[in-house]
């Protein structure tokens, strides 16, 4: 099995290009994923975890997401080489996301200075909170 999902803000924009030949959309960026134990100075660190998502999900990515957002990512981890001009060999672990979830959005997508999710965004038939009103009949017991 394999299977990672990540919560964690890009250290950098995302970079989008798109393959020749087949012209399919690739979008890579870092994420930095903070631990939950602290070093001996007291601080807590954070693993810098590359992602590679493709297709549309890489297309919106560039368009939305920047540095500093906050974002999760499910997938899978890849280990690949390479071999660099001067002939040595090069390895990448890097995770291949099938699913990217924007956590929060900038102000130019929402049009207000908040990190929330713009309104247009918010699914139909849920209340504000985004639990779908159930009525005590529609409870099973």
Do not use: H
């Amino acid at each position: 099995m394999n299977c990672v999902i990540l919560i964690g803000r890009l250290t950098k924009d995302p970079d989008l290009r798109y393959i020749p030949g087949t012209g399919n959309p690739v979008a890579t960026f870092t994420v930095a994923v903070n631990r939950t134990f602290k070093n001996k100075e007291g601080n807590y660190e954070a693993d810098f975890i590359p992602v590679q998502v493709w297709g549309k999900q890489a297309e919106n990515c560039a368009n939305y997401l920047q540095k500093g957002r906050q974002v999760g990512v499910s997938g899978r981890l890849q280990v690949r080489s390479y071999e660099t001009q001067n002939g040595e060999r090069r390895w990448v672990t890097e995770v291949v996301a099938d699913r990217i979830e924007f956590l929060e959005w900038s102000s130019k997508e929402s049009g207000s200075g908040s990190s929330e999710a713009p309104r247009s965004f918010e699914p139909t038939g849920l209340d504000p909170e985004g639990f779908q009103a159930l009525d005590d009949d529609d409870i099973p017991f």
